[in-house]
């Protein structure tokens, strides 16, 4: 509810808390991590995708998104591994946008 209402900082409270009740859940991890995205904080979106790609590697929205998050940061080399591995989990939205602005990086 926090992040709908724009308070970003509330809602990551949130999320930490429900994470540290249950490290492993999937779910806090993932909207945690959008609401980072929603502050800018890259970096700590990042370790989030990380932590959903640990817990499930074969989660081609959180390649996706963490993708998303090197581009924000022209980490061209993470992003073009990233789009990679989405469009052959069966998301290739960003290696496309990736592949028509010119950003992959081989």
Do not use: Q, W
């Not at 945690?32 to 499930?56: C, Q």
Request: hydrophobic share 30%.
């Amino acid at each position: 509810v926090y992040g709908r209402l724009g308070d970003h900082e509330k809602a990551i409270e949130d999320f930490t808390r429900a994470i540290e009740n249950d490290p492993h859940d999937e779910l806090s991890y993932d909207y945690r991590s959008r609401a980072y995205v929603k502050l800018g904080d890259h970096a700590k979106a990042i370790a989030d995708y990380t932590r959903l790609i640990e817990i499930d590697p074969n989660d081609k929205y959180a390649y996706y998104f963490r993708g998303n998050s090197y581009l924000a940061l022209r980490d061209l080399k993470n992003a073009t591994l990233d789009a990679r591995k989405a469009c052959e989990l069966g998301s290739c939205a960003l290696l496309k946008s990736m592949e028509e602005n010119g950003e992959i990086c081989d």
